[in-house]
Every structure is written in C-alpha cells, then in structure tokens.
C-alpha cells in the first residue's frame, strides 16, 4: 500500500520512486534511481500538477486513491510534456476525466504531437501571468521556455509561497525521504549538479533570467517541489537551491581539473599520469577517468567543478577513438563556457588526434594555454617528463585565471 | 537578407523561407518581422534572436 505526503495542508506528492532507473532518458546515467515527483492539491478544484512515467503510472494512483477517488479530480496541469511526467498522462484522463487540462502555448503542440487522443481532451492554454482559482489557493503560470524544452513551465501558488519547478531544481535520487533537509548538502548538492550538467547546462542564461524573473516579482517563495528527487520545504533549502543553480549558471572558473581519456596499447592513459603529477606540483587537484571505465554523464559530473578539461585519444586509422568522440560531441551539445581545455595522445604514425582533439575544444570555446601534447608510440621519460612540464604549465594558468 | 538564429533552440528563421505557418510569406527579412513574431519552435521573442 503506497501512501501520498502531505507536503503543505491539503497538497500531497504522489509521485513514483524508481529504485531501478539507470539510464536516464537515455543519454544519461542515473546512478542514484530517481523520482518521477507528481502532485496532488485538495481544494474547490481538485488539481493534479503533473503525472509520472508511463510505468509508474500505478505507483501514482494508488497514493492518490488515497485522498480523493480519481474521478473527482477536476483539473489536471502540464508543466512539461516529456514522457517522465505526462507518459502516464493518458491513464489519468481514462480515470478522472478533468474538466481542463492546463498547459503553456508550447506544451498545447507538444502535447498534440506525443498523444494522439490529445485533440479530445479539454486542453487549456496558459500564458506567463496567467492565473487560476483553486478556490482557497490560486496557482499562476510562468512559461520558462528551454529549460528544458519549449514547452516546460513553473506553477506557482502565492497563498502558500509553494513553487512547482518541473525539472529544475530536479535530482536524480530514488529514497524514502522526500525533502531535502533529510539529507547530506554533500549529496544533495552532487545529484543537483549532476543532473543540472547534464541537462540543464546549455540552457544556463535561461536560468539566470528565470532567477532573474523570481526576484523581480519579488516571490515570497517558501518551498520548492520539482519533479525529481527532493523538496525543498524550508527558506534555506529554498536558499540553497536558487543560490546552487545561481553558482551553476554563472560557471565561474574553479581551481580543478579533470583529465579525460581513451586508450589503446596504455601509452595515452601514461602520458594521462603524468600530466596529473604537474596539475598536482601547480596545486590543482584533479581526476583522471577513463572513458572505457567512466559514462559521458559522469565525466560531466567531474566537469562541473572543473575550470580545466584535458582530453586525450591515440591516434586510431587518422582519427580519435570513438568513446572520446562520443564525450566530445556530448559536450559540445551541454556547452559548458569558461574553461580552460589540453589535448594530448599518442600515435603511431600519422599522428592527427591531437589536433581533431584541440579543433574540437577550442570550437566550444575552450582556451587552450599550451600546445598539444604528441608522444610517437610508447612514452619514454623525456615524453613523461614533458606531459608533466605541460601538466604544470596547465595549472599555473588556471591558477592565475581563477585568481584573476 | 541575413538568417537569423534562436539563441534558446537554435532554430534558424531563413528570410527566403518566411514562416508560412506563423503567416510571414517568403522573402520577408528577420527585420520586418512583426514585434509579437515568436519563434515556431520554442516561442521565443524577437529579441532572443541573433544574427547567424
């Protein structure tokens, strides 16, 4: 018997815990399981914010059947249409059969392209300002459109300061506790970041307008309720998160680095050592991953506290391997700013890694301070020693950047 | 006429295509585009869009 939480008088998360989940949407990889958080408000109308994944669907119901037969739902809103949250979409119309359907202009397409019952169902299309009555409590709309995808918006209910964030604020983190202050900040702060550097990263000048756009309505904000992971139910935890996803936005450079790589005969993964030796001598901590042993996802992880990302790959039939490629084009796409990159690899004959590496950095707009380093074949000490001079080098920058 | 991109999705508005469903005929450039224009793709304002 799965119950509901209340998490404010009559307002009650039914949502799913995923224990299971790994991979996450497919091109990340959820470690820690998560949540699909969904939420019911007990007033005049009866309003479901969001629904859960498809598969999940049951978890939701029987919370929910808990507190009110489904059928009297009156309203239902979508703050986003992705699967995770309207997959299970369909179901609850089945079952309550709302009045209305509440979403942004966006999620109307959106939400017409994923169901194909969707022109029947009394969709009602909200504006950024636009309000509803509940009846005691009211929930006001705001579109914060990319983050992450065009439809996505934020509920806000100003009685109880209570905001519906979606996915921001988001955590991929299954567990029996619900709010954030059951937790370590330690753990707490990781699952935000990595999920934000994964997701919700190229869209960081969205987020500094979205914050932007909260101070300027001067919202008496109270608590925070997204759709993965934990609530934030007091004004520090609400702090917390508005400052952490602040800090993530801005993308400050910070003193560590992360040496990423692939490798074929162990030469790339030497020459990977020895650079750390010189970052460790110009007292920047750093990680070595290797991407045979370590997802795209959580090297972005790493990447997240990092102002300095060294990429590595021999060089493979006059190109780079293909786990490095699939890092670099995953990048790309998060579009991290401020940092600073290396490249190095070693080559049998031809020798181009190094360069494809170099070109693709820089592209991003990563500043590279010194020259890519090439060692034919197997390292010898010179080239160790060398990688360690580059390592030194590296740090001495980055140190003098975030000084700076 | 120059192409103009969506700083929030990349969308990119070509002048010699218009945005038929937004009404704009072909050949209209980014700059006579009216002010409420948004972007077909994520609804973007005019203002989010830069030159590509």
């Known amino acids: 018997m799965l119950k509901p939480v209340q998490i404010k008088k009559d307002i009650h998360w039914i949502g799913a815990v995923d224990y299971e989940s790994r991979n996450f949407h497919g091109y990340s990889l959820s470690p820690d399981g998560t949540t699909y958080n969904n939420y019911v408000i007990l007033d005049e109308k009866k309003t479901l914010v969001d629904t859960v994944k498809a598969d999940h669907a049951s978890a939701s119901l029987e919370r929910l059947a808990q507190l009110v037969r489904p059928e009297d739902i009156d309203w239902i809103v979508v ?40 022109g029947d169902w009394p969709l009602k ?30 509920s806000y209910m100003p009685e ?28 707490l702060l990781h699952a935000l970041s990595h999920y934000y550097h994964n997701i919700v990263l190229p869209y960081s000048r969205q987020v500094l307008q979205v914050l932007a756009k909260v101070s300027e309505l001067k919202l008496d904000i109270s608590m ?64 070595i991953m290797s991407l045979k042993d370590n997802h795209h996802s959580a090297v972005m992880g790493e990447v997240a506290r990092c102002g300095l990302v060294v990429v590595g790959s021999p060089t493979h039939n006059n190109g780079i391997l293909p786990f ?49 380093i090439k060692t034919q074949y197997v390292p010898d000490e010179e080239a ?21 | ?36 224009w948004i972007c077909p793709v994520c609804g973007a304002g005019k203002s989010d869009f830069e030159p590509e």
């Open chain 1, 324 to 372: 490095v490629a699939g890092f670099l084009a995953f990048m790309r796409g998060l579009r991290p700013q401020n940092r600073l990159g290396a490249a190095f690899g070693s080559f049998g004959w031809s020798g181009e890694s190094v360069k494809i590496i170099g070109e693709q950095l820089s592209g991003m707009g990563f500043e590279l301070p010194v020259e890519g």
């Open chain 1, 79 to 118: 703050n986003h249409v992705e699967p995770d949250h309207a997959g299970a979409l369909p179901l609850f119309m089945e079952k309550c059969r709302p009045e209305a359907v509440f979403c942004s202009p966006m999620g109307e397409k959106a939400l017409l392209a994923h169901f194909r019952d969707a």
């Open chain 2, 1 to 36: 006429m120059k192409k103009y991109v969506c700083a929030l999705c990349g969308y990119v508005y070509d002048p010699a295509d218009g945005d038929p469903d937004g009404g704009i005929k072909p050949g209209t450039a980014f700059e006579d585009l009216p002010d409420d």
């Open chain 1, 224 to 287: 925070i309720a997204p759709d993965h992971g934990l609530i934030f139910r007091r004004r520090e935890d609400v702090e917390f998160v508005l400052e952490s996803y602040r800090s993530f936005a801005e993308q400050k450079t910070q003193k560590r680095a992360v040496i990423v790589y692939d490798t074929m005969w162990h030469s790339t993964e030497r020459m990977a050592y020895a650079i750390a030796e010189g970052l460790a001598d110009a007292g920047v901590p750093c990680r």
């Open chain 1, 384 to 404: 160790l020693e060398q990688c360690c001079a580059a390592g030194q080098a590296l740090g001495k920058v980055l140190v003098e950047k975030c000084a700076g």
């Open chain 1, 160 to 187: 109880e300061g209570l905001l519906f964030s979606n996915d921001g604020f988001g955590q991929n983190l299954a567990s029996s506790e619900r709010f954030a202050d059951e937790v370590s900040r330690e753990l």
């Open chain 1, 125 to 154: 299309v909200v504006k950024s300002g636009d309000s509803i009555s509940l009846g005691k409590r009211s929930l006001s709309f705001l579109e914060t459109r990319m983050l992450h995808w065009p439809d996505s918006m934020f």
